[in-house]
């Protein structure tokens, strides 16, 4: 099978073509390689990544239209798990205009491709971002999401509607993975988890927002990975007659899941699990909460479980170790 995986020097991207490389396939990764944080992250992740002959590598701008079809109508991919963006909530108050380049140009340019080239599977990430400040728990894809409190939220929102769109027009299947917070060796720098660990660690303090009284539906990368790998395989067929009064599903060949761990954590009981890991204790800035972030997140993933056998297993504790392991290691 031949696979366009996007964001492939990004987190989620570089575990996911590692496993599909691992799986005998072959694999395009793409990644405009962009400053948002730490070059040389993205850089080593990639050197992982050059022991595998069926991987090759192209730096390319999603936002770059006449580029991206070139790949496409060249490559002839058969499946595409588009995973690059512009992440990150807080940033997008800061450079709105990334998120529109990367994230809805960028969404648009991977549909064409799709809709031109005949591929047979669209996965895309979406995020546990668009509940927004849903108080209903867990979040649901029944539920409506149309109240985002964010940019980057908005952007995640439009990349499901486009989806859909294709999929009722073009009957292009896609399928969409709103992903809840994600942890595990090579996260990004912006991440919680990073922050807190480097702060400890060199004896600064964190920012301890809305005083901890957050909660976060923590995943582990690996558990993620599995269900990826799981889902692409599982394509959308689209139900004759369906009502569409289900968001998550629909008449075209379209789907939503939750991916998540179904089992919020505490920040506290988080930042705890890191204390741990790094044998010391972290000095706490107790702040506010802050602009355009959510009180909790908690994922209901009873769809991914019946649909590819998805179960989260991993602890945060387990997590953070390993993660902790991997930041010393790494830095």
Excluded at 48 to 71: C, E, G, H, P, T
Excluded at 144 to 172: I, M, Q, R
Aim: include cysteine; charged fraction near 25%; aromatic fraction near 12%.
């Amino acid at each position: 099978m031949k696979y366009l995986v996007t964001g492939t020097a990004g987190f989620i991207g570089f575990y996911v073509a590692r496993k599909l490389c691992e799986l005998g396939h072959e694999v395009v990764g793409l990644d405009n390689l962009n400053s948002y944080y730490i070059q040389k992250l993205k850089h080593d992740r990639l050197e992982q990544l050059k022991s595998y002959s069926n991987l090759q590598f192209v730096q390319m701008d999603l936002a770059d239209r006449a580029d991206i079809a070139q790949l496409f109508q060249t490559e002839k991919f058969q499946r595409v798990i588009h995973l690059a963006a512009q992440a990150g909530v807080r940033y997008s108050l800061e450079n709105p205009m990334a998120y529109i380049d990367s994230n809805l140009v960028g969404m648009a340019t991977i549909l064409e491709g799709c809709r031109h080239n005949e591929v047979e599977h669209l996965v895309y990430a979406s995020s546990s971002s668009v509940y927004g400040m849903n108080s209903k728990m867990p979040y649901s894809t029944k539920d409506a999401v149309d109240h985002p409190v964010s940019l980057y939220a908005a952007t995640k929102k439009a990349n499901e509607l486009l989806a859909h769109s294709y999929s009722h027009l073009y009957k292009l299947p896609t399928t969409g993975l709103r992903f809840f917070t994600v942890n595990g060796p090579w996260g990004r720098p912006d991440m919680a988890a990073w922050k807190f660990t480097q702060a400890i660690l060199e004896g600064k303090p964190i920012n301890v927002f809305n005083h901890g009284e957050l909660q976060r539906d923590f995943t582990d990368i690996e558990d993620i990975l599995e269900g990826i790998i799981r889902i692409q395989d599982v394509i959308p067929k689209g139900k004759e007659g369906f009502s569409n009064d289900d968001p998550g599903r629909s008449s075209a060949p379209y789907r939503v899941y939750n991916i998540g761990n179904n089992q919020p954590v505490k920040l506290m009981d988080f930042i705890n699990a890191i204390e741990k890991a790094c044998g010391k204790e972290a000095l706490k800035n107790y702040l506010p909460m802050q602009a355009g972030d959510v009180y909790a997140t908690y994922a209901d993933v009873d769809d991914l479980m019946k649909d590819v056998g998805f179960k989260p297993k991993i602890k945060i504790d387990e997590t953070m170790n390993r993660f902790v392991g991997w930041y010393r290691n790494w830095c």
